[in-house]
């Protein structure tokens, strides 16, 4: 996920964001017979610093 959406969800606790994307993770878990039981148990970045922060372009 830090790697997907990076500064847009990480690193701000537990928003809709990414709570919806958890959701629909394991839903797709549960259509493919998988089970959200085994998603595992780190599927959050909540608490982590993003991986690919959003370019800033110098103003001068």
């Known amino acids: 996920?830090?790697?997907l959406y990076g500064d847009n969800i990480c690193g701000q606790g537990y928003i809709?964001?990414?709570n919806n994307i958890m959701s629909h993770y394991q839903h797709?878990?549960?259509l493919?017979?998988?089970?959200c039981q085994l998603s595992g148990d780190n599927l959050d970045?909540?608490?982590q610093v993003p991986f690919n922060p959003s370019y800033?372009?110098?103003?001068?």
Do not use: Q, R
Not at 32 to 35: E, S, Y
Not at 56 to 60: D, F, N
């Open 1 to 3: 996920m830090n790697i």
């Open 16 to 18: 809709d964001p990414m």
């Open 28 to 30: 797709y878990l549960d």
């Open 32 to 35: 493919m017979g998988v089970g």
């Open 45 to 47: 970045c909540a608490e």
């Open 56 to 60: 800033k372009a110098a103003t001068s």
